[in-house]
């Protein structure tokens, strides 16, 4: 599959990580863009506060974090935000699926209301014209009117929103765990098989 992953600034940048790393260690042609807010939440949470990179450039940030997480760039197409023309930014490119994860609050109302102001919001508005997969990762709470009204149009538009909300009736363990558990069910949604946590087989009567 051509996944196109955009990691926006909300906060939760382990989910995209761990996406990145599930998607990469498969056949499929992923390209990822990080918006300048996610560069900033990736220094902030996954580094100390940010205090082990601090004043470090953005690539140097990123390839930390692809570090941390186990991902090989080289199988990775990064994409500045800033690159309105690249490909995926047209319906001709046909690309299979998108995936903002995390989602913050401000792309939702960017996707909800048409507006394209970097490659993320582009990738999200032409996957719903297109009637392409296009799978949110929403992460906030409490959520107010406005919020729950653009995730309401986000859906209504064709998007799949699949909410951080992680489960624990597969006992995780690790923080990654919980994220895996949000991860697996993207990955569920695209139809991309994975072993990413225990599935339920039901319970006792």
Same mark, same amino acid.
Not at 41 to 46: F, G, L, S, Y
Not at 148 to 154: E, G, I
């Given at each position: 599959?051509?996944i196109?992953?955009g990691? &926006?600034?909300? &906060?939760?940048?382990?989910?995209?990580?761990?996406?990145l790393?599930?998607?990469t260690?498969?056949?499929h042609?992923?390209?990822?863009?990080?918006s /300048?807010?996610?560069v900033?939440?990736?220094?902030?949470?996954?580094? /100390?506060a940010?205090l082990e990179?601090l004043?470090?450039?953005?690539?140097?940030?990123?390839?930390?974090?692809?570090s941390?997480?186990g991902?090989?760039?080289r199988?990775l197409?990064?994409?500045l935000?800033?690159?309105?023309?690249?490909?995926?930014s047209s319906? &001709?490119?046909?690309?299979?699926?998108?995936?903002v994860?995390?989602?913050?609050?401000?792309t939702?109302?960017?996707i909800?209301?048409?507006?394209?102001g970097n490659l993320?919001?582009?990738?999200?508005?032409?996957?719903?014209?297109e &009637?392409?997969?296009l799978?949110v990762?929403?992460?906030?709470?409490?959520?107010?009117e406005?919020q729950?009204?653009?995730?309401?149009?986000?859906k209504?538009?064709?998007a799949?929103?699949?909410a951080?909300?992680?489960a624990?009736?597969?006992?995780?363990?690790?923080?990654?765990?919980?994220?895996?558990?949000?991860?697996g069910?993207v990955? /569920?949604?695209l139809?991309?098989?994975?072993q990413l946590f225990r599935?339920w087989?039901?319970?006792?009567?």
């Open positions: 599959m051509k196109f992953v990691i &926006s600034g909300a &906060s939760g940048a382990i989910y995209g990580g761990r996406l790393r599930a998607l260690g498969d056949v042609e992923v390209s990822v863009c990080f /300048d807010a996610a900033e939440v990736v220094r902030h949470e996954e580094f /100390d940010g990179l004043g470090a450039p953005a690539e140097q940030v990123l390839e930390a974090f692809f941390r997480h991902i090989s760039p199988r197409e990064i994409v935000p800033g690159n309105i023309g690249h490909a995926f319906g &001709s490119a046909l690309a299979d699926a998108a995936v994860c995390p989602c913050s609050m401000s939702i109302a960017a909800a209301s048409g507006i394209s993320i919001q582009r990738v999200a508005d032409v996957m719903l014209k &009637s392409r997969p799978v990762v929403p992460r906030e709470t409490p959520l107010n406005i729950l009204r653009n995730l309401y149009r986000v209504k538009a064709g799949q929103i699949v951080a909300m992680p624990f009736y597969h006992n995780p363990q690790t923080v990654e765990d919980l994220a895996d558990f949000i991860v069910k990955l /569920d949604v139809g991309v098989d994975h599935r087989e039901g319970g006792q009567r």
